[in-house]
């Protein structure tokens, strides 16, 4: 960016050819992006970021000024059940203005696709709902004063923490079933995600291709998929991960009433966390889940944090939705549903 705009940039749907610029823009606008722990070069992670979902270049913008990008929006794309039904979200991942492009309405237009459209494609008139974790940013909670229709989640996400020193993590425990480390999912991993679907109201997709492009996709960034398995039924499964110095158990998932296999899962997670430097161990699971008290059990406790889990009806309305503010609607929501370990 050679200078500063004299008009303000149009917004446009970015291209495959962006990528490089994309990734210069963000770099300039952050002191370090991605912010978490990778070990392949920045760009191969904005596009494992850009491929979340076919549509999601569709909703990402940039702008350009004098044919260099000036601005850009990261849109993730999630196939999310409500209630048995399966709708279409979208979640606002990194939002960037070029330093010499700042203070002059850039923000707002970029978000205008959500109302306005961009080439003809209105986020509201498109996805079912918007789903967004808060962020702190100035810039961006006040841009969330002039958003309508933004709930909170009646079931709010916690950061559950525990030490990774002084005691040492729980013996593992001899389950009747087998646990191994694998690379990614196979396909029995639709079967569960169909069955363990059914005992929340609200989850994003585990299918087999969701998880591995979250989990097994090294552009990601690292982590490790532990399984639970018995006469070639898959069981559950468990996903860790080192980053920025904590350790975090990203995601946790079984069979309905199968929460045997969800502790000793845990149990071995923590022992294959516990050789590392961590400052503490994560989890992030609503405030009422049915991990919660194996977690516990585990040494977690609820930390002061600043997390929090906002919707937006978008083609369904607010009353469609109005489930989703009840304090104790069953939601499955963990920190491998974020952009953020």
């Known amino acids: 960016m050679t200078g500063p705009p004299t008009s303000l940039p149009l917004a446009r749907p970015c291209r495959e050819a962006d990528d490089e610029a994309i990734l210069a823009l963000l770099q300039s606008a952050f002191p370090k992006w991605p912010r978490v722990d990778i070990d392949v070069p920045a760009i ?10 076919p ?10 000024h004098n044919g260099e ?70 810039a961006v909670l006040r841009l969330q004063e002039t958003i309508p229709g933004i709930f909170p989640l009646g079931n709010q996400l916690e950061a559950l923490s525990r030490p990774n020193t002084g005691s040492p993590a729980p013996a593992p425990r001899i389950p009747t079933f087998a646990i191994r480390n694998v690379d990614g999912f196979d396909d029995r991993l639709d079967a569960l995600w169909r069955s363990a679907s059914t005992a929340f109201d609200l989850i ?22 532990t399984i639970a398995e018995h006469d070639g039924v898959l069981l559950g499964y468990v996903v860790i991960r080192c980053s920025r110095g904590r350790g975090y158990i990203a995601d946790l998932l079984v ?29 992030w699971l609503p405030a009422r889940h049915p991990y919660q008290e194996l977690l516990r059990c585990a040494g977690f406790t609820a930390r002061d944090s600043r997390l929090r889990l906002n919707y937006r ?8 939705l109005e489930l989703l503010r009840d304090p104790n609607v069953r939601v499955h929501f963990t920190a491998g549903d974020t952009d953020l370990v």
């Open 313 to 320: 009806p978008c083609i369904k309305t607010a009353q469609e």
């Open 55 to 64: 549509m999601a270049p569709t909703f990402t913008p940039v702008a350009e």
């Open 204 to 225: 994003c997709s585990r299918r087999k291709d969701v998880v591995n492009w979250r989990y097994a996709d090294r552009r990601a960034g690292r982590f490790d998929i």
């Open 69 to 138: 990008i000036a601005g850009v929006r990261l849109v993730m794309v999630r196939d999310v059940m409500f209630c048995g039904a399966p709708l279409l979200a979208y979640q606002a991942a990194d939002i960037s203005v070029h330093p010499t492009c700042r203070e002059r309405g850039l923000l707002n237009r970029l978000v205008d696709i959500d109302y306005r459209g961009l080439d003809g494609r209105v986020a509201v008139q498109t996805f079912d709902l918007k789903l967004a974790y808060e962020s702190r940013h100035p």
């Open 44 to 53: 191969d992670h904005l596009r494992w970021k850009l491929a979340s979902h």
């Open 255 to 283: 069979l309905p009433g199968r929460l045997d296999v969800a502790s000793i899962l845990v149990d071995h997670a923590l022992v294959s966390l516990q050789p590392h430097p961590l400052e503490r161990i994560e989890c």
